[in-house]
T-cell receptor
Framework: DQQVKQNSPSLSVQEGRISILNCDYT??????FLWYKKYPAEGPTFLIS?????DKNEDGRFTVFLNKSAKHLSLHIVPSQPGDSAVYFC????????????FGEGTQLTVNP | NAGVMQNPRHLVRRRGQEARLRCSPM?????VYWYRQLPEEGLKFMVY????????ESGMPKERFSAEFPKEGPSILRIQQVVRGDSAAYFC????????????FGQGTRLTVV
């Protein structure tokens, strides 16, 4: 039972354009959502998070949007840079489970110069 | 301020041997989580520990796997009698609080069972 799904295994964008990564979830108990970036042979690196009481959170080039009614969140990166090329994981947690995370399968983002 | 430290980075074991994976959380963090990433898959939760306590082990296989986080020293994930299917990347994460906060990951231990 995949409670967090990233339906696009890969995404390719041009440098300077916007990258939009999508994530859907099924568990309505999730109340905290995070995005991680991962390079090969390294651990995931935290990017940005959002609480379920908000619908948007912004940090520099990264913005996360949450649509609770649709159980959908997205990560926008603008402008995209070649160094952003990595696998991006969406993750979710339930307050009563501590910071235990349920991850999506990941989306490979490639930013072309 | 060192991040989450995992060792070894790479571990090769023959079938039937034991594997011990170590994780030192970030300074000040008392919540530790272990995840496993099988080839071509996302990260799957295994176990959540605080000092001397297992809080949630619902993601850990019932047999051969155990985890501890002693009062002193690193957290240990132990896999007894390894099989080829245990080959994966094992990641440890730590957090400052136990509730709705970001967890910081180590670089992982890549276990290969031959």
């Amino acid at each position: 039972d995949q409670q967090v799904k990233q339906n696009s295994p890969s995404l390719s964008v041009q440098e300077g354009r916007i990258s939009i990564l999508n994530c859907d979830y099924t568990n309505s108990m999730f109340d905290y959502f995070l995005w991680y970036k991962k390079y090969p042979a390294e651990g995931p690196t935290f990017l940005i998070s959002i609480s379920s009481i908000k619908d948007k959170n912004e940090d520099g080039r990264f913005t996360v949007f949450l649509n609770k009614s649709a159980k959908h969140l997205s990560l926008h990166i603008v402008p995209s840079q070649p160094g952003d090329s990595a696998v991006y994981f969406c993750a979710a947690s339930v307050e009563t489970s501590g910071s235990r995370l349920t991850f999506g399968e990941g989306t490979q983002l490639t930013v072309n110069p | 301020n060192a991040g989450v430290m995992q060792n070894p980075r790479h571990l090769v074991r023959r079938r039937g041997q034991e594997a011990r994976l170590r994780c030192s959380p970030m300074k000040g963090h008392s919540h530790v989580y272990w995840y496993r990433q099988l080839p071509e898959e996302g990260l799957k939760f295994m176990v959540y520990l605080q000092k001397e306590n297992i809080i949630d082990e619902s993601g850990m296989p019932k047999e051969r796997f155990s985890a501890e986080f002693p009062k002193e020293g690193p957290s240990i994930l132990r896999i007894q009698q390894v099989v080829r299917g245990d080959s994966a990347a094992y990641f440890c994460a730590s957090s400052l609080q136990g509730v709705n906060t970001e967890a910081f990951f180590g670089q992982g231990t890549r276990l290969t069972v031959v």
